[in-house]
Protein backbone atom coordinates (compact mmCIF):
# COMPACT_ATOMS: atom_id res chain seq x y z
CA UNK A 1 0.00 0.00 0.00
CA UNK A 2 1.56 2.93 -0.96
CA UNK A 3 1.86 6.61 0.46
CA UNK A 4 -1.40 7.92 -1.28
CA UNK A 5 -3.70 5.26 -0.77
CA UNK A 6 -2.88 5.35 3.36
CA UNK A 7 -3.37 9.51 2.87
CA UNK A 8 -6.80 8.48 1.04
CA UNK A 9 -7.72 5.91 4.29
CA UNK A 10 -6.79 8.34 6.88
CA UNK A 11 -8.78 11.03 5.31
CA UNK A 12 -11.77 8.86 4.69
CA UNK A 13 -11.31 7.97 9.18
CA UNK A 14 -10.71 11.58 9.74
CA UNK A 15 -13.88 12.42 8.04
CA UNK A 16 -16.30 9.20 9.76
CA UNK A 17 -14.83 10.54 12.98
CA UNK A 18 -16.02 14.18 12.62
CA UNK A 19 -19.31 13.15 11.10
CA UNK A 20 -19.91 10.58 14.15
CA UNK A 21 -18.84 13.31 16.64
CA UNK A 22 -21.01 16.28 15.12
CA UNK A 23 -24.07 13.66 14.93
CA UNK A 24 -23.34 12.77 18.88
CA UNK A 25 -23.00 16.78 19.66
CA UNK A 26 -25.98 17.33 18.15
CA UNK A 27 -27.96 14.38 19.73
CA UNK A 28 -26.37 15.59 22.81
CA UNK A 29 -27.86 19.31 22.15
CA UNK A 30 -30.78 17.86 21.17
CA UNK A 31 -31.45 15.89 24.58
CA UNK A 32 -30.70 18.72 26.34
CA UNK A 33 -33.09 21.35 24.56
CA UNK A 34 -35.76 18.45 24.65
CA UNK A 35 -35.31 18.36 28.62
CA UNK A 36 -35.22 22.21 29.32
CA UNK A 37 -38.55 22.90 27.23
CA UNK A 38 -40.32 19.90 28.83
CA UNK A 39 -39.22 21.43 32.37
CA UNK A 40 -40.67 24.37 31.35
CA UNK A 41 -43.99 22.59 30.07
CA UNK A 42 -44.19 20.58 32.89
CA UNK A 43 -44.64 23.77 34.49
CA UNK A 44 -47.12 25.19 32.70
CA UNK A 45 -49.16 22.23 32.84
CA UNK A 46 -49.01 22.01 36.30
CA UNK A 47 -50.22 25.93 36.08
CA UNK A 48 -52.91 25.09 33.98
CA UNK A 49 -54.40 22.43 36.23
CA UNK A 50 -54.62 23.93 39.04
CA UNK A 51 -56.64 26.97 36.83
CA UNK A 52 -58.67 24.10 35.43
CA UNK A 53 -60.03 22.78 38.68
CA UNK A 54 -60.12 26.68 40.24
CA UNK A 55 -62.64 27.28 37.22
CA UNK A 56 -64.45 23.83 37.94
CA UNK A 57 -64.75 25.21 41.69
CA UNK A 58 -62.76 21.93 43.32
CA UNK A 59 -60.74 21.63 46.15
CA UNK A 60 -57.45 23.78 46.30
CA UNK A 61 -55.61 20.70 47.36
CA UNK A 62 -57.09 18.37 44.69
CA UNK A 63 -55.92 20.86 42.49
CA UNK A 64 -52.20 20.73 43.58
CA UNK A 65 -51.97 17.27 43.68
CA UNK A 66 -53.07 16.77 40.27
CA UNK A 67 -50.95 19.25 39.67
CA UNK A 68 -48.10 17.73 40.50
CA UNK A 69 -49.20 14.22 39.04
CA UNK A 70 -49.16 16.03 35.87
CA UNK A 71 -45.94 17.83 36.12
CA UNK A 72 -44.47 14.40 36.92
CA UNK A 73 -45.64 12.69 34.29
CA UNK A 74 -44.32 15.32 31.93
CA UNK A 75 -41.19 15.07 33.12
CA UNK A 76 -40.65 11.35 32.70
CA UNK A 77 -41.85 11.57 29.65
CA UNK A 78 -39.16 14.13 28.61
CA UNK A 79 -36.21 11.77 30.36
CA UNK A 80 -37.43 9.18 28.32
CA UNK A 81 -37.42 11.03 24.95
CA UNK A 82 -34.44 12.99 25.64
CA UNK A 83 -32.54 9.49 26.02
CA UNK A 84 -33.99 8.22 22.85
CA UNK A 85 -32.80 11.46 20.87
CA UNK A 86 -29.11 10.88 22.20
CA UNK A 87 -29.02 7.21 20.78
CA UNK A 88 -30.38 5.31 23.73
CA UNK A 89 -32.39 1.67 23.31
CA UNK A 90 -35.54 3.29 25.28
CA UNK A 91 -37.07 -0.01 25.58
CA UNK A 92 -34.25 -1.37 27.74
CA UNK A 93 -34.06 1.00 29.64
CA UNK A 94 -37.93 1.73 30.10
CA UNK A 95 -37.80 -2.18 31.43
CA UNK A 96 -34.84 -1.83 33.68
CA UNK A 97 -37.55 1.35 35.35
CA UNK A 98 -40.45 -0.54 35.65
CA UNK A 99 -38.13 -3.10 37.65
CA UNK A 100 -36.29 -0.93 39.64
CA UNK A 101 -39.90 0.58 40.21
CA UNK A 102 -41.21 -2.46 41.43
CA UNK A 103 -38.53 -2.78 43.96
CA UNK A 104 -38.56 0.82 45.05
CA UNK A 105 -42.44 -0.05 45.68
CA UNK A 106 -41.77 -2.95 47.79
CA UNK A 107 -39.21 -1.25 49.95
CA UNK A 108 -41.04 1.37 50.20
CA UNK A 109 -44.66 -0.01 50.64
CA UNK A 110 -45.31 2.39 53.76
CA UNK A 111 -44.26 5.09 51.99
CA UNK A 112 -46.83 4.47 49.43
CA UNK A 113 -49.36 4.02 51.81
CA UNK A 114 -49.26 7.85 52.83
CA UNK A 115 -49.78 8.19 48.49
CA UNK A 116 -52.51 6.42 48.96
CA UNK A 117 -54.21 7.59 51.66
CA UNK A 118 -53.50 11.72 50.14
CA UNK A 119 -55.40 10.23 47.35
CA UNK A 120 -58.49 9.19 49.89
CA UNK A 121 -58.23 12.42 51.68
CA UNK A 122 -58.27 14.37 48.48
CA UNK A 123 -60.98 12.60 46.72
CA UNK A 124 -63.86 12.19 50.29
CA UNK A 125 -62.00 15.44 51.81
CA UNK A 126 -62.44 15.21 55.60
CA UNK A 127 -60.34 18.16 55.83
CA UNK A 128 -59.33 21.19 53.81
CA UNK A 129 -57.32 23.78 53.39
CA UNK A 130 -57.54 26.07 55.83
CA UNK A 131 -59.86 23.86 58.09
CA UNK A 132 -58.69 23.51 61.98
CA UNK A 133 -58.75 19.80 62.61
CA UNK A 134 -57.29 17.55 64.90
CA UNK A 135 -55.92 14.44 63.18
CA UNK A 136 -53.06 11.82 63.53
CA UNK A 137 -53.21 12.90 67.11
CA UNK A 138 -52.06 16.40 66.09
CA UNK A 139 -54.04 19.79 66.56
CA UNK A 140 -53.85 22.71 63.82
CA UNK A 141 -54.98 24.44 60.41
CA UNK A 142 -54.81 22.83 57.65
CA UNK A 143 -51.98 24.30 55.31
CA UNK A 144 -50.94 22.01 52.75
CA UNK A 145 -52.30 18.30 52.06
CA UNK A 146 -49.41 16.89 49.75
CA UNK A 147 -48.79 13.35 48.65
CA UNK A 148 -47.20 11.97 51.24
CA UNK A 149 -48.38 14.24 54.33
CA UNK A 150 -50.20 16.80 55.35
CA UNK A 151 -49.18 20.31 56.92
CA UNK A 152 -50.62 21.94 59.95
CA UNK A 153 -50.02 24.87 61.74
CA UNK A 154 -50.83 24.59 65.66
CA UNK A 155 -52.18 27.41 67.34
CA UNK A 156 -49.06 28.35 69.11
CA UNK A 157 -47.29 28.97 65.13
CA UNK A 158 -45.37 25.55 65.00
CA UNK A 159 -45.37 23.63 61.77
CA UNK A 160 -46.55 19.54 62.54
CA UNK A 161 -45.91 17.75 59.60
CA UNK A 162 -48.20 14.25 59.81
CA UNK A 163 -48.45 11.22 57.25
CA UNK A 164 -51.10 10.64 55.50
CA UNK A 165 -51.32 7.53 56.89
CA UNK A 166 -51.95 8.88 60.48
CA UNK A 167 -54.71 11.07 59.24
CA UNK A 168 -56.57 8.48 57.33
CA UNK A 169 -55.61 5.76 60.10
CA UNK A 170 -57.54 7.32 63.28
CA UNK A 171 -59.88 9.19 63.97
CA UNK A 172 -60.46 12.90 62.10
CA UNK A 173 -62.21 15.99 64.40
CA UNK A 174 -62.94 18.86 62.25
CA UNK A 175 -64.04 21.71 63.89
CA UNK A 176 -64.55 24.30 60.46
CA UNK A 177 -66.74 21.76 58.37
CA UNK A 178 -69.86 22.54 60.27
CA UNK A 179 -69.08 26.47 60.25
CA UNK A 180 -70.03 27.26 63.97
CA UNK A 181 -68.91 25.07 67.25
CA UNK A 182 -71.48 25.26 70.31
CA UNK A 183 -69.11 27.39 73.42
CA UNK A 184 -69.71 25.96 76.63
CA UNK A 185 -68.69 27.12 80.24
CA UNK A 186 -68.99 25.41 83.59
CA UNK A 187 -70.45 27.48 86.46
CA UNK A 188 -69.93 26.98 90.33
CA UNK A 189 -71.99 28.39 92.94
CA UNK A 190 -72.02 27.79 96.59
CA UNK A 191 -74.99 26.13 98.00
CA UNK A 192 -77.88 28.44 99.39
CA UNK A 193 -77.70 30.36 96.14
CA UNK A 194 -80.89 30.97 94.45
CA UNK A 195 -80.87 28.85 91.67
CA UNK A 196 -83.31 31.08 89.44
CA UNK A 197 -80.66 34.22 90.23
CA UNK A 198 -77.99 32.11 89.04
CA UNK A 199 -79.35 31.75 85.61
CA UNK A 200 -81.02 34.85 85.37
CA UNK A 201 -77.37 36.82 86.15
CA UNK A 202 -75.35 34.11 83.78
CA UNK A 203 -77.50 34.61 80.91
CA UNK A 204 -77.09 38.29 81.07
CA UNK A 205 -73.82 38.74 81.45
CA UNK A 206 -73.28 37.17 77.94
CA UNK A 207 -75.80 39.64 76.57
CA UNK A 208 -72.82 41.77 75.71
CA UNK A 209 -70.97 38.98 73.51
CA UNK A 210 -71.66 40.37 70.23
CA UNK A 211 -70.05 37.11 69.00
CA UNK A 212 -72.94 34.90 70.03
CA UNK A 213 -75.54 33.80 67.77
CA UNK A 214 -78.92 34.37 68.12
CA UNK A 215 -80.08 31.05 66.65
CA UNK A 216 -79.56 28.74 68.43
CA UNK A 217 -80.30 30.88 71.58
CA UNK A 218 -78.12 30.25 74.91
CA UNK A 219 -78.62 27.47 77.00
CA UNK A 220 -78.29 26.87 80.87
CA UNK A 221 -78.77 23.64 82.50
CA UNK A 222 -78.10 22.60 86.10
CA UNK A 223 -75.72 19.81 85.96
CA UNK A 224 -74.37 18.77 89.71
CA UNK A 225 -74.77 18.91 93.27
CA UNK A 226 -71.17 18.43 93.81
CA UNK A 227 -69.20 18.34 97.96
CA UNK A 228 -69.37 21.77 98.06
CA UNK A 229 -70.99 23.47 94.97
CA UNK A 230 -74.36 23.92 92.72
CA UNK A 231 -72.79 22.95 89.50
CA UNK A 232 -74.12 24.54 85.78
CA UNK A 233 -72.95 24.69 82.72
CA UNK A 234 -74.12 27.72 79.98
CA UNK A 235 -73.70 26.79 76.40
CA UNK A 236 -74.04 29.54 73.29
CA UNK A 237 -73.37 28.94 69.80
CA UNK A 238 -70.41 30.87 67.52
CA UNK A 239 -68.66 31.07 64.56
CA UNK A 240 -66.04 28.62 64.67
CA UNK A 241 -63.15 31.31 64.26
CA UNK A 242 -64.66 33.16 66.87
CA UNK A 243 -64.79 29.89 69.74
CA UNK A 244 -61.85 30.98 71.59
CA UNK A 245 -63.20 34.72 71.78
CA UNK A 246 -66.54 33.37 72.80
CA UNK A 247 -65.08 31.28 75.62
CA UNK A 248 -62.84 33.87 77.25
CA UNK A 249 -65.85 36.97 76.96
CA UNK A 250 -68.16 33.98 78.32
CA UNK A 251 -65.91 33.24 81.64
CA UNK A 252 -65.21 36.99 82.30
CA UNK A 253 -68.53 38.36 81.70
CA UNK A 254 -70.25 35.95 84.28
CA UNK A 255 -67.67 36.28 86.76
CA UNK A 256 -68.08 39.98 86.76
CA UNK A 257 -71.66 39.45 87.17
CA UNK A 258 -71.91 37.08 90.18
CA UNK A 259 -69.18 39.39 91.76
CA UNK A 260 -71.53 42.12 91.59
CA UNK A 261 -74.82 40.17 92.57
CA UNK A 262 -72.35 38.99 95.85
CA UNK A 263 -73.12 35.23 94.51
CA UNK A 264 -70.52 33.30 96.23
CA UNK A 265 -68.30 31.17 93.80
CA UNK A 266 -66.96 28.17 95.97
CA UNK A 267 -63.61 26.76 95.99
CA UNK A 268 -62.01 23.67 97.41
CA UNK A 269 -61.75 24.07 101.31
CA UNK A 270 -60.35 21.31 104.04
CA UNK A 271 -61.76 21.79 107.65
CA UNK A 272 -59.02 20.01 110.14
CA UNK A 273 -60.30 18.99 113.54
CA UNK A 274 -57.30 18.63 116.42
CA UNK A 275 -57.79 15.75 118.28
CA UNK A 276 -57.96 16.23 121.90
CA UNK A 277 -55.44 14.31 124.37
Known amino acids: ?54 RAKLDLALGRFLSQIARYAVLVGTGVSALATMGFEVTTFVAVLGAAGFAVGLALQGTLGHFASGVMILIFRPIGLGDFVVAGGSTGTVKEIGLFQTVLLSPDNQTIFVPNGSVTGGTIINFTRQGTRRAEIDVGVAYGADLKEVEQACLQAIEGVQEILPEPPPAFAFVEMADSSLNFKLRAWCNAPDYLLVMHKMRSAVYDELNARHIEIPFPQVVVHKAED
Open 1 to 54: MDTEELTKYADEAVKIGMETGSSMIWSILAGGAICVVGWMVSKWIAKLVVASTE
